[in-house]
């Protein structure tokens, strides 16, 4: 992932508990919806920004041959039908082609989100598939329930400090509504987009998410309001079972290069 854009750090002490609450909150839906794209066996895959690898591997292990790439890909463990490269899908081409491209939680982070997204429709062979996901905005009714008002008013200031955080980095929200209308104007076919959302519940994947990222986000976080002891509170919180909240929408959208392209 370009670091321009994106604001967590794979070089990070959170960095795998990151990774490990990505994969538990979000590798059953992107594995859903990799299988609706048709069978794996025999087919070339490319991970873009592929983190701790939990997605490559499962490919790897349908797949003909996976290409994992990421800026900082010393997280991605090795397999025997898995290529692993250093790569920024803002300034490198892929090389080769595939049948499959999957980005996740990419291209709302970087400034640079089409020029990123021209380069995976590139490396698609005819016919190839695209599939991307990405976190929508998040809902305003964004607890459910806390053990306290005073809890309940903690976590909605720590949600805008952790939106404006992540906004002044570059994410945008909307990305992932629009990105159907993109992938359309990029000259993908059978364009699709399903969303996931859900509840999230203190010490669940997605609260454990939220909280892996306090420490990569401190000093932004602490600029837009937030003190050292609002962090702590808030950490505390996400580990507490009595905390719900509404959780991130999460948007997949696929198209599929064409059978015959036409002319350059």
């Known amino acids: 992932m370009n670091t321009q854009g994106y604001a967590f750090d794979n070089a990070s002490d959170q960095a795998t508990v990151h990774h490990d609450a990505l994969a538990d909150l979000l590798d059953g839906p ?92 590139a490396a698609l062979r005819p016919g190839g598939a695209l599939l991307i ?21 903690l976590l909605i200031r720590y949600l805008a400090a952790h939106v404006a955080t992540l906004t002044a980095r570059g994410l945008d929200t909307g990305w992932a509504q629009r990105a159907p209308a993109v992938f359309a104007d990029a000259g993908l076919t059978d364009v699709r987009s399903g969303t996931t959302a859900g509840r999230w519940r203190g010490g669940g994947p997605g609260c454990r998410l ?14 837009h309001g937030m003190t050292d002891a609002d962090l702590t509170a808030t950490m505390a919180a996400l580990d507490d079972p009595r905390v719900v909240v509404n959780g991130f929408p999460f948007v997949q959208v696929s198209g599929r290069a064409p059978d015959h392209p036409g002319p350059a």
């Open 30 to 121: 992107t594995r859903d919806a990799l299988t609706e794209l048709g069978g794996l066996t025999g087919r070339r895959c490319l991970e873009v920004a592929a983190g701790a690898g939990s997605i490559a591997l499962w490919l790897a292990d349908r797949a003909a041959e996976v290409v994992a790439t990421d800026i900082a890909p010393q997280h991605i463990p090795a397999h025997p039908r898995l290529v692993v490269r250093r790569e920024d899908i803002v300034t490198d081409q892929p090389a080769g082609t595939f049948d499959l491209v999957h980005g996740r939680l990419v291209l709302g982070h970087l400034p640079r989100r089409e020029e990123a997204l021209r380069r995976m429709v």
């Open 133 to 153: 996901g990405e976190f929508a905005h998040p809902s305003a009714d964004f607890v459910v329930d806390a053990p306290d008002p005073a809890t309940a008013d």
């Open 210 to 223: 939220l909280r892996a990222g306090i420490p990569q986000l401190r000093a932004a976080l602490l600029s």
